[in-house]
């Protein structure tokens, strides 16, 4: 448990984030499919990205940590085994909290020669599974909930010969979207797979950066899609994991919140699939500059953020939906937060995709604002907050989720009085210095 009062001081200064949970998770398991060593900096070693590494060695990868002798730089080498060189594990392969795990292997799995089962942690196993079982039986592969419940534990039959799919997915998912390509890299014929809007976009960019030929194409009517030639072979390369726009998203909203504060978060990743938090806050009136812009495969910037008083439209209300909702997915609960304290009625709909995240983040976020005095009513597929009511300290029941534990972090610091996080070690999923990294920029 974490206790945490309202910041009677601006925050200031300078925040280095950790790297970014997708990149990470894609960055070894591509370099271990790959021909070839993949030198990773910037990797982020959080529960989430450390429960893929102990699935790849399970599957007879070396993964080695060092420091680079010049200027110990940390770095992490993979040596891939190319496509075919995977090896049976000899037991169950546990992915811990992670659905980018349990979701990407699977797609990797089902095309191996051998059988496998993967399951996770109690949320995980919660979690649906369905999604990512129909499209890969569709392309001939055996895999099944053994429980039934279409949750894991997955078990994977090997040995069978797959085929490419043009695969309509229901949901914009980038988890569901990456295990048909995956699976699709094993198969006889092209794979496609559209989707309602862009999801993010981390597999296509860094897989062709590896080598496969992929790309996405978006249609005049908006919908997407992502299009696979399989029969090229991956080649391991250099990976500079920029920071986590989703980590960044606490401080960006911890400087919006709190009078006075001027922050500058570094080095951090801002793929369009992933930024839609800054446009929404900007038009907010949040005001967020973007320095040191540097456009590489996965662009990246300086976020210099000052405290904003945000606002709705003419009509004191704001919208956020449609098509934006993919790109600020993981921000929706500190956006919320941060609409709360706006003097405006905020509208989040079309996100049903909360209720299935590592918590029901409709009802976490919904029952924690009001336990905070906030004005927020759930909606089948978002919320409506009606902003502007003063927020007061109290326990917060993060339901084990590091991103409402998080958020709820950041809300104390606009809170009277203490409010107390009951479970805060959860944040070691995706950010383990996550507090430390806070306490700095109010100190
Ligand atoms: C992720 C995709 C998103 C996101 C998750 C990470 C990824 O999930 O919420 O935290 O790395 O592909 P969905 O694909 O289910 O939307």
Not at 32 to 44: C, D, K, N, W
Not at 45 to 55: A, N, R, V
Not at 409 to 418: D, K, N, P, Q
């Amino acid at each position: 448990m974490i206790s945490i009062e309202k910041s009677s001081k601006p925050l200031t200064g300078n925040v280095f984030v950790p790297g970014d949970k997708s990149i990470s998770h894609r960055s070894i398991m591509f370099g271990a499919l790959s021909e070839g060593t993949t030198e990773i900096t910037g990797f982020l070693k959080s529960g989430d990205c450390l429960s893929t590494i102990e699935c790849f060695k399970k599957l007879g990868i070396l993964i080695e940590h060092s420091q680079r002798p010049m200027n110990g730089v940390p770095t992490i080498t993979v040596h891939g085994k190319g496509l075919r060189g995977l090896k049976k594990p000899d037991s169950t392969l546990y992915t811990g909290n992670s659905g980018t795990t349990t979701r990407l292997l699977s797609g990797i799995l089902a095309a191996q020669p051998f059988d496998s089962m993967i399951t996770g942690d109690s949320s995980i196993e919660k979690r649906p599974m369905n999604r990512i079982i129909k499209p890969l039986s569709q392309m001939g592969a055996d895999i099944s909930s053994a429980m039934g419940n279409d949750c894991a534990p997955l078990i994977i039959k090997g040995g069978k010969k797959l085929h490419g799919i043009s695969y309509h997915s229901p949901v914009a998912s980038a988890q569901v979207k990456s295990a048909i390509v995956l699976a699709g890299l094993y198969s006889d014929s092209d794979t496609v797979v559209y989707e309602p809007a862009l999801s993010r976009n981390h597999t296509e960019l860094m897989l062709r950066a590896f080598g496969a030929d992929i790309h996405n194409e978006v249609d005049v009517r908006g919908s997407s899609a992502t299009i696979l030639h399989p029969g090229m072979p991956l080649r391991g390369t250099k990976i500079n994991v920029p920071g986590d726009i989703s980590s960044a998203a606490y401080f960006i909203a911890a400087a919006l919140l709190v009078p006075g504060s001027d922050v500058v978060i570094h080095n951090v990743g801002i793929n369009k699939t992933r930024s839609g938090i800054l446009s929404i806050l900007t038009q907010m009136g949040a005001d967020i500059q973007l320095e040191n812009v540097n456009e590489s495969i996965e662009p990246r910037a300086d976020l210099h953020v000052r405290y904003s008083e945000l606002h709705g439209n003419e009509n004191g209300r704001f919208e956020v939906g449609g098509k934006l909702i993919p790109t600020m997915i993981d921000e929706l609960p500190i956006f919320a937060v941060i609409a709360a304290t706006a003097n405006c009625t905020t509208i989040i709909k079309d996100a049903a995709e909360l209720k299935v995240k590592e918590s029901n983040r409709i009802d976490s976020v919904c029952n924690n604002l009001k336990a905070m005095g906030a004005d927020v009513e759930p909606t089948d597929d978002g919320m409506i907050i009606h902003g502007g009511k003063p927020l007061h300290g109290t326990d917060i029941d993060s339901d084990a989720d590091h991103r409402i534990a998080m958020s709820f972090a950041v809300a104390a610091l606009a809170a009277e009085g203490t409010t107390r996080i009951i479970d805060d070690k959860c944040v070691g999923i995706s950010y383990p210095e996550f507090f430390k990294d806070l306490r700095a920029l109010i100190n």
